[in-house]
């Protein structure tokens, strides 16, 4: 059984940044292929970063060389900093892990308003 706890959210001004904490517990932290999803009103949920266990990473289009997924497995936690956020970045955003099996955090909202 993992669990995942997510932090980080908030209100932030266009333009801004955040950074996402997710914590992860209960398992072999290093054999998760982890990453985060978001969901906005009245969309689907959408990938928004993922990271492999091996360590490779890839995102969604939209969000490329804005945010970075990072993981520090000593602390068994997996980040995404978000850079020059903008309005169309509002949702709540998922952490996950995947193994054997798929775990979801809680959801943290991100909104990004003036």
């Known amino acids: 059984q993992v669990q995942l706890v997510e932090s980080g959210g908030g209100l932030v001004q266009p333009g801004g940044s955040l950074r996402l904490s997710c914590a992860a517990s209960?398992?072999?932290?290093?054999?998760?292929?982890m990453g985060w999803y978001r969901q906005a009103p009245g969309k689907q949920r959408e990938l928004v970063a993922a990271?492999?266990?091996?360590?490779?990473?890839n995102y969604a289009d939209s969000v490329k060389g804005r945010f970075t997924i990072s993981r520090d497995r000593a602390k068994n936690t997996v980040y995404l900093q978000m850079n020059s956020l903008k309005p169309e970045d509002t949702a709540v955003y998922y952490c996950?892990?995947?193994?054997?099996?798929?775990?979801w955090g809680q959801g943290t909202q991100v909104t990004v308003s003036s």
């Open positions: 209960g398992s072999i932290f290093s054999l998760y292929g």
């Open positions: 996950y892990a995947a193994y054997t099996s798929l775990y």
């Open positions: 990271e492999s266990s091996g360590g490779s990473t």
